[in-house]
Nanobody
Framework: QEQFVESGGGLVQPGDSLTLSCVAS????????IGWFRQVPGQEREGIAL???????NYGDSVTGRFTISRDNAGNRVNLQMNDLKPEDTGVYYC????????????????????WGQGTQVTVSS
């Protein structure tokens, strides 16, 4: 079965850093643009970062300058480095694969992801 497995979440304090990872099973990430998303209970899933097959990247407005997405094709994974974490970064983080690369802020990405995993919880609290 094709899916991602996300990991690396946890409880951190404001200002801390965390690196999330999503490992692909049953397919190769090198063939797809890959996105990271965040969901808070009661709210719609939000696009956080997107990386193209050529390593071009773009980010949601709330994380630009703090988060960095990268791919490790040999490890069949995509990582999300999160710096200067804020309480509003709290949520469950997911990744998904897509057939095209454009602006992660588009609602299209929320509806058209493939291979969603179970997510990893990030809690930022003092």
């Amino acid at each position: 079965q094709e899916q991602f497995v996300e990991s690396g979440g946890g409880l951190v304090q404001p200002g801390d850093s965390l690196t999330l990872s999503c490992v692909a099973s049953g397919f190769r990430v090198m063939h797809y643009p890959i996105g990271w998303f965040r969901q808070v209970p009661g709210q719609e899933r939000e696009g956080i970062a997107l990386i193209s097959t050529g390593d071009e990247a773009n980010y949601g407005d709330s994380v630009t300058g703090r988060f960095t997405i990268s791919r490790d094709n040999a490890g069949n994974r995509v990582n999300l480095q999160m710096n200067d974490l804020k309480p509003e970064d709290t949520g469950v983080y997911y990744c998904a694969a897509f057939k095209l690369y454009a602006d992660i802020r588009s609602d299209w990405y929320i509806r058209n992801g493939q291979y969603w995993g179970q997510g990893t919880q990030v809690t930022v609290s003092s």
